[in-house]
């Protein structure tokens, strides 16, 4: 799901960073929709969301469990 919503958006993300959120962000189709919107808001200002650290800090930031 985290992979069609991404690809949805055109955002390109490896498999690392999908196991990283599958393993961190509550199993619902609205958390996997917000997530993916928080990180491409994100990505639009400081760059692409498909790095592994990238998403570690936006999702630290965003205080996301």
Request: overall charge positive.
């Amino acid at each position: 799901m985290l992979a069609k919503l991404f690809a949805d958006r055109q955002l390109a993300v490896g498999d690392e960073v999908l196991r990283y959120l599958g393993a961190r962000v509550e199993r619902s189709f609205e958390s996997a929709r917000d997530i993916v919107a928080r990180l491409d808001r994100e990505a639009a200002g400081r760059g692409a969301p498909g790095h592994p650290a990238a998403v570690r800090r936006m999702l630290a930031e965003a205080d996301v469990r």
